[in-house]
């Protein structure tokens, strides 16, 4: 069982920074790929970005430029650079796992789920 851990979240004005982390514990983890999701009231979850043990990242095209994706190895743990952010940008942030290196933002290939965190973006 894999537990994680997001954290980071909160309130900020448009044009302002959020980083998040996602720490993910409960195993040893030689290979794995983790990401970003996001889902804003009445839409559908959506990824934004992954990275696996190897250091290989995909990102969804509208966020790319302004969000960064990195991971910490030697910690398990995956950060979220969020940079200009707008109001759009608010919802509830998910971060996911699963083993087996090989970025991607179908939702299907993760196994294991955070709970989220809230990112609201307003003046």
């Known amino acids: 069982q894999v537990q994680l851990v997001e954290s980071g979240g909160g309130l900020v004005q448009p044009g302002g920074s959020l980083r998040l982390s996602c720490a993910a514990s409960?195993?040893?983890?030689?290979?794995?790929?983790m990401g970003w999701f996001r889902q804003a009231p009445g839409k559908e979850r959506e990824g934004i970005a992954s990275v696996d043990s190897d250091g290989a990242t995909t990102y969804r095209a509208p966020t790319m430029g302004r969000f960064t994706i990195s991971r910490d190895n030697a910690k398990t743990t995956i950060f979220l650079q969020m940079n200009s952010l707008k109001p759009e940008d608010t919802a509830t942030y998910y971060c996911?796992?699963?083993?087996?290196?090989?970025?991607?933002?179908?939702?299907?290939?993760?196994?294991?789920w955070g709970q989220g965190t809230q990112v609201t973006v307003s003046s």
């Open positions: 409960g195993d040893s983890f030689s290979s794995y790929l």
């Open positions: 996911a796992f699963r083993r087996g290196s090989g970025p991607t933002l179908r939702q299907s290939a993760f196994d294991y």
